[in-house]
């Protein structure tokens, strides 16, 4: 069975859908199987050495260049080496395929139409002229939580019998770490709150930022707050917000970090917050779990699914219940942080990137040949 998968996520992001296509990638080459897999993406990586890669560059033309790429050079590309089934991470293409190559597609959130005000407005537009064409035009479609396929179904109900839930991984990195020197280096005090992820109006921040006025304002401990993420868009709020933070001095804006120094900033957390209004998944909360960190996170869309009952929840709306959960997390003592650890690592063993690869592989075989 010959797949393609289109990598151009590996190429131009850091965010989820990047991360998610480097595990599943990793994953599959880890397979000893008789499948073929080929990238198709925009520039090779000469670290993938057992992997076939396409680089189709995205020339930035006054004429579309990207449309024309995605309408025309890539389908001429997959029929050119007779692949079996194509699989987008990213929900966007390829058009113009012929019947007998499976087309797959995995949809991460449905946010620009459940929450449209929280995404660019030609994020939606493309959303609501492409999304339709695309689902109908796929034979299977993968979603990552129970209620991303909910959400699927609701509004876009001929999807219902065509898609399948594959719950996602975490990396092997992420365990739990005694290293501090990080720390130190990033100039982090402890004890901190930590929040991971980019910096925009749907992870919900601003929020967050009034909850710790609160906390520190009703706490005797000097807590400080970390952010590892980078700036995304509408950032305006959440820059005055922080501009006249009256403990703007205990907050630290990290920006991205390396894949590497996560397990260990999470590791040192007294817990991850994680507030988003509308999260399809919700990966820092598995990674932070896998670390044995405590979670606090919304109540609302998939992230119950994922944290389970371990997780400290809060009305994401709700700036005193959040604050609520930081005071009950910092008033643990030594011997509840150990069993809430231990939990917390048990809840993030039942996720793995190897089910998930077992699943996708299964699934498509079982397409191919039906």
């Not at 073929?36 to 006054?62: C, G, S, T």
């Not at 007294?270 to 919700?282: K, V």
């Not at 005071?327 to 509840?336: A, D, G, N, R, V």
């Amino acid at each position: 069975m010959k797949i393609a998968i289109l990598a151009d996520t590996l190429d131009n992001q850091n965010a989820g859908i990047h991360v998610y296509t480097k595990s599943l990638i990793k994953e599959l080459l880890k397979r000893n199987d008789e499948h073929e897999y080929i990238l198709v993406r925009q520039k090779k990586d000469n670290k993938l050495q057992h992997i076939k890669q396409i680089a189709i560059p995205n020339i930035n033309l006054p004429i579309g260049f990207a449309s024309f790429r995605l309408f025309f050079i890539i389908p001429y590309i997959l029929r050119k080496h007779k692949v079996d089934a194509v699989f987008e991470p990213a929900h966007f293409g390829p058009f113009n395929l012929p019947k007998k190559i499976k087309r797959i597609t995995f949809i991460h959130d449905l946010t620009p139409i459940i929450l449209p005000e929280y995404h660019r407005w030609h994020s939606q537009v493309l959303q609501r002229i492409f999304l339709k064409r695309i689902l109908k035009n796929t034979h299977l479609v993968f979603t990552n939580s129970k209620n991303t396929s909910k959400d699927l179904e609701q509004y876009y109900p001929f999807t219902k019998g065509k898609s399948k839930v594959l719950l996602l991984g975490k990396d092997s990195r992420f365990q739990p770490s005694q290293n501090k020197d990080l720390i130190h280096s990033f100039g982090i005090e402890l004890p901190y709150f930590l929040s991971v992820g980019t910096i925009e109006p749907r992870k919900n921040l601003v929020r967050l930022l009034k909850a710790y006025t609160i906390f520190m304002n009703e706490t005797s401990i000097p807590y400080n707050l970390v952010f590892a993420g980078g700036l995304g868009w509408k950032t305006e709020n959440f820059k005055k917000e922080l501009a006249i933070h009256p403990y703007r001095e205990h907050i630290k804006i990290l920006g991205y970090i390396k894949e590497e120094e996560l397990p260990i900033v999470y590791s040192h957390a007294s817990a991850l917050i994680y507030p988003s209004l509308y999260e399809g998944f919700g990966l820092p909360i598995l990674e932070a779990l896998a670390c044995g960190t405590d979670v606090i996170c919304s109540n609302t869309s998939s992230l119950p699914e994922v944290a389970g009952a371990v997780a400290h929840y809060c009305n994401p709306e709700s700036v005193d219940e959040i604050k609520e959960q930081m005071i009950k997390i910092s008033q643990f003592s030594l011997t509840e942080q150990k069993i809430n650890s231990q939990k917390n690592i048990e809840q993030a063993q039942l996720f793995s990137w190897e089910k998930h690869a077992d699943s996708f592989i299964n699934t498509i075989e079982r397409l191919i040949t039906d």
